[in-house]
Structure formats: C-alpha cells, structure tokens
C-alpha cells in the first residue's frame, strides 16, 4: 500500500512526500462514554490510511487526491468552506483548526489511500484527520504536539463535519501502542496503555454490512438526551457536570423525576463507565472470561438502553451465545450498523467465521464480511 500511494503521488505532483501511516481503531468497551466525559478502552489496528504529503510551489493552493475514490480535490487556504458533505470536509477541517491555532500552513498536495473497511465502524474519519494533522506539523515543522493534534481533529470533525462526536476515535488512532488498549479519562485525558494479553483467544469483527448513516443524527441526539438528563441532576447537586459524576445510587434517585428515556439513556452511560474498569482489571488478572461477560453486558445495554443497536448486528452477536470458543461478542461503534467485535479462541476462527457466516447469510440474503484485527501503534512516519 506504502509503494502504491507513493507511486500515485510522483505520477501527480513532484517531489519527495513524506509517507505517513494513520491506523483505524476499535474499542473493547466504552462505547458513547466518552462524550460523557466518562472512560473507553480503545486500541489502534493493523488497519489504516496512508499519506503522502509534501509542501508544494502553488502559494496558498492545497491539492487533495484520494486514492481509493479516484477523486481531486483542491482549495485555497484564504477562501474555504465546508462542503455538503464529502471526504474533504474531514481535511479541510483539519486545515481550519490549525489556523485557528494561530499557525500558518502554506500550499501542499497529498495522496491518500488505504485498507480500513468502509462503513465498518473502525474509524476511518479520525484516521484520516489524525493523519493530516500529524502530517502538516510534520512538513512545516509548526511544533503541536500530539495532545493537541488529537483535539484540533475532534474538532475538525464538529466544526466541519457537523458531528459533535468525543475525543477517544483520534485518541486511539493518535495514541495507540502495538498489544495494547488504552484506558482513557475522557474528562482529564490521563490515560494507560493496558497490555492485552489475550492468549489463545482472537479480536474477530463481523461487518453488518448495514450503512450507519442513520448514526450521526442520532450520535447527535444521543448526546442531547445526555445533557438533558444531566440538568435534571444538577438542580439537586450543582457539582454534577456529566455523567461521570453520576453513580448508579444517585441514577436510581431520581428516576422518577425524568422522562423514562432520558432515565434508560443515562442508566446505560453509568453502566458502561462501571464496565471499562472492571473490564480493566479483568485483563490485570488474566480473567479473559469476565471480559467477555461484560462484552455480552455491553451489547444489551447498547440494544435495550441506548438503542443504537440494529437487527442485523443483534443476529450476529445471538449466534455467539451458544458457542463455548467464544467468550463474549458485542457491536461496537456509534451504532446502526457498523460491526460485532468477538473474542474467539484462535484455532476456531476458521470455524466460527464459516458458520456464522452461513448463518448471515441464509438470514439476511448477504455475505458476511470479517475482519482478524490486531492492536498496533499509532499514528506514524513510515
């Protein structure tokens, strides 16, 4: 993939790029915590997008090929604006969020293409923001470290896009270290990599194959709701700003005085805060079926509280629950489609990905799409 980018990138424009590595992510648990301030546990892969970005002579001209897409792209960094919609609003949003920082990038050209599943869930927007943003402070030499490379990228993606989503899909590409998850405070942004050892067992993904466009208006109503039932518990304690600050006591006094979706939003958040850490000290000991116990736990909240889940994605973690290679299985992401992550015993993954894989597709009439993912480092110059 290296070699191919690269050789797009001479047949296109001149000079030597710099090739940047930026991985997808997945996340063992935590999932929609993190806009709630609260805790995730995601991981870098072996699955990623790569750059090459040079400096070109063209003043403030930026040119933009993505690969994958055969698609050009080129704006002026004077004169810019979100498009509809589009992979461009990604970059360009990078681009602002620099000069907001009162930083100056001039004109440059890159290429980019890459291996992370479309529509997969794993992330390929962050990676993709994470990328640039390692990319032009490395070509114009501008400093920013990699906290604030993480946020200006967030950021991109609220202010240009238009999905307010948390911090933890570049945080995870940014930040990732080969066999390690990360445990990370979404609120301070103190994190630990915690080695994960699984063993005998494999991090499988079973692609729904289902768009999850639906997922950013909801992502969006999801947090509405959220910070709906955080003012509910601030008229009763001011020192309440998320819900991380919201124990399963405190939840369960004052169900009665909010509407019972806002009750089942905010019961799901607490649960799933509580659920990273035991998860945490479940791989400390080598516990690998309490892991995936709380997997399963995960799930049902995300089915029945939250309510992101969808049919295809709940068929595909039911066929799990019978099989004893495997120890939990859950869907992982924003939600509506995207894929189940499934801790399988190594030597049956051959098997598993057979049968659930008939299954699928005497269900739903479509071939199932899986994907063996390892965790790997973050964002990188290759």
Same mark, same amino acid.
């Given at each position: 993939?290296?070699?191919?980018?690269?050789?797009?990138?001479?047949?296109?424009?001149?000079?030597?790029?710099?090739?940047?590595?930026?991985?997808?992510?997945?996340?063992?648990?935590?999932?929609?915590?993190?806009?709630?301030?609260?805790?995730?546990?995601?991981?870098? *892969?072996?699955?990623?997008?790569?750059?090459?970005?040079?400096?070109?002579?063209?003043?403030?001209?930026?040119?933009?090929?993505?690969?994958?897409?055969?698609?050009?792209?080129?704006?002026?960094?004077?004169?810019?604006?979100?498009?509809?919609?589009?992979?461009?609003?990604?970059?360009?949003?990078?681009?602002?969020?620099?000069?907001?920082?009162?930083?100056?990038?001039?004109?440059?050209?890159?290429?980019?293409?890459?291996?992370?599943?479309?529509?997969?869930?794993?992330?390929?927007?962050?990676?993709?923001?994470?990328?640039?943003?390692?990319?032009?402070?490395? *070509?114009?030499?501008?400093?920013?470290?990699?906290?604030?490379?993480?946020?200006?990228?967030?950021?991109?993606?609220?202010?240009?896009?238009?999905?307010?989503?948390?911090?933890?899909?570049?945080?995870?590409?940014?930040?990732?270290?080969?066999?390690?998850?990360?445990?990370?405070?979404?609120?301070?942004?103190?994190?630990?990599?915690?080695?994960?050892?699984?063993?005998?067992?494999?991090?499988?993904?079973?692609?729904?194959?289902?768009?999850?466009?639906?997922?950013?208006?909801?992502?969006?109503?999801?947090?509405?709701?959220?910070?709906?039932?955080?003012?509910?518990?601030?008229?009763?304690?001011?020192?309440?700003?998320?819900?991380?600050?919201?124990?399963?006591?405190?939840?369960?006094?004052?169900?009665?005085?909010?509407?019972?979706?806002?009750?089942?939003?905010?019961?799901?958040?607490?649960?799933?805060?509580?659920?990273?850490?035991?998860?945490?000290?479940?791989?400390?000991?080598?516990?690998?079926?309490?892991?995936?116990?709380?997997?399963?736990?995960?799930?049902?909240?995300?089915?029945?509280?939250?309510?992101?889940?969808?049919?295809?994605?709940?068929?595909?973690?039911?066929?799990?629950?019978?099989?004893?290679? *495997?120890?939990?299985?859950?869907?992982?992401?924003?939600?509506?489609?995207?894929?189940?992550?499934?801790?399988?015993?190594?030597?049956?993954?051959?098997?598993?990905?057979?049968? *659930?894989?008939?299954?699928?597709?005497?269900?739903?009439?479509?071939?199932?799409?899986?994907?063996?993912?390892?965790?790997?480092?973050?964002?990188?110059?290759?």
């Amino acid at each position: 993939m290296q070699d191919h980018i690269l050789s797009i990138f001479q047949q296109r424009f001149s000079g030597q790029p710099l090739m940047i590595h930026a991985p997808g992510r997945i996340n063992l648990i935590g999932e929609h915590t993190d806009y709630n301030k609260g805790f995730v546990l995601p991981a870098a *892969i072996d699955k990623g997008i790569v750059f090459a970005i040079a400096a070109n002579d063209q003043g403030n001209t930026c040119r933009m090929y993505a690969a994958d897409l055969d698609e050009y792209y080129e704006f002026d960094l004077t004169n810019f604006k979100p498009l509809t919609r589009g992979w461009q609003n990604y970059l360009m949003g990078v681009v602002h969020e620099i000069q907001q920082l009162a930083y100056a990038p001039k004109g440059f050209d890159v290429v980019f293409g890459g291996n992370i599943p479309k529509g997969a869930g794993l992330s390929s927007s962050a990676a993709l923001e994470c990328g640039l943003a390692f990319g032009i402070n490395e *070509i114009f030499q501008l400093g920013i470290e990699r906290f604030r490379l993480i946020q200006l990228s967030q950021l991109a993606e609220h202010n240009f896009v238009g999905v307010k989503c948390g911090i933890m899909d570049q945080f995870a590409s940014m930040m990732g270290k080969h066999n390690h998850v990360i445990r990370l405070d979404c609120r301070s942004l103190d994190y630990v990599h915690v080695p994960l050892e699984l063993n005998d067992y494999s991090l499988v993904l079973c692609d729904s194959d289902v768009s999850h466009d639906l997922a950013d208006s909801e992502y969006n109503t999801r947090r509405e709701e959220c910070e709906a039932g955080i003012e509910i518990f601030r008229k009763s304690d001011p020192n309440i700003h998320s819900l991380r600050d919201v124990d399963l006591e405190t939840l369960l006094g004052h169900q009665q005085s909010m509407p019972e979706v806002i009750f089942r939003r905010c019961r799901y958040v607490v649960a799933e805060n509580n659920r990273v850490q035991e998860v945490c000290t479940a791989l400390e000991k080598g516990n690998l079926e309490r892991v995936g116990a709380l997997l399963y736990q995960g799930h049902a909240g995300l089915q029945h509280d939250y309510e992101v889940s969808c049919k295809e994605l709940d068929f595909l973690v039911d066929q799990t629950r019978t099989d004893d290679k *495997i120890l939990g299985a859950r869907m992982m992401g924003g939600g509506f489609g995207g894929c189940t992550i499934n801790l399988v015993k190594t030597d049956h993954i051959d098997t598993f990905i057979d049968q *659930i894989g008939t299954a699928f597709q005497k269900k739903f009439g479509k071939t199932l799409k899986t994907y063996q993912v390892h965790p790997s480092a973050g964002v990188r110059i290759i």
